[in-house]
């Protein structure tokens, strides 16, 4: 469980989802441990917040046919103006707390994202999707059918994930709340096909 501390404080691929409003299930949260924030802003403990999208498929590649996934960065604040609290409060009615497990407020729930592209820092002239808000779901759960998450067989969560874990400054391990035992097989699967992620 990932629970939240009590303070008032991507890769991008060819293949990208359709900007646009498109129903997703968080399938995962992803504790990332304090991360540095450089010369310019504080260490912040963060999560990455990860959805699959419903009926969005890849058409090209060696992912073609499997659903696009997309993630979210957030510092792991209680704080009522912070993005994780906005999004939560806009999303699902709930006020977040301190010492709530914020893994089992958004794991398992259905929303609706509003898709943007936005120009990559590297190169300009290419784009990448990321999350513009999250919204109450349109559609219902019953007939999805999951590709991504622990409960699907042989799924882990991307490299480039366990890279950030393996930067972070206090590890997510030395909180006792990390719901998983870090990746070391170095494998890569469909869980991060198409994914792109957004600054928090």
Not at 89 to 106: A, R, T, V, Y
Request: aromatic share 10%; glycine share 6%.
């Amino acid at each position: 469980m990932i629970s939240i501390p009590n303070d008032n404080n991507g890769s991008s691929l060819k293949e990208i989802p359709k900007a646009g409003l498109r129903a997703a299930y968080c399938y995962y949260v992803v504790d990332l441990g304090v991360q540095d924030g450089g010369p310019t802003y504080d260490n912040k403990h963060q999560i990455l917040a990860m959805f699959e999208l419903n009926e969005t498929i890849m058409e090209e590649g060696e992912y073609f046919g499997k659903k696009f996934v997309i993630s979210k960065f957030y510092n792991l604040s209680a704080y009522e103006k912070s993005n994780l609290a906005v999004d939560t409060k806009n999303w699902l009615g709930i006020e977040i707390e301190p010492e709530m497990n914020i893994d089992e407020i958004l794991v398992g729930k259905v929303a609706t994202l509003n898709i943007a592209h936005k120009a990559t820092t590297k190169d300009p002239s290419k784009e990448r999707a990321q999350i513009a808000t999250i919204n109450p779901p349109m559609d219902q759960m019953e007939d999805w059918e999951i590709e991504n998450g622990p409960k699907i067989e042989g799924w882990h969560f991307p490299n480039w994930v366990q890279k950030i874990r393996e930067k972070a400054i206090t590890k997510p391990e030395d909180f006792g709340t990390c719901p998983f035992e870090p990746d070391t097989t170095n494998k890569t699967t469909s869980s991060h096909a198409g994914a792109d992620t957004n600054s928090y």
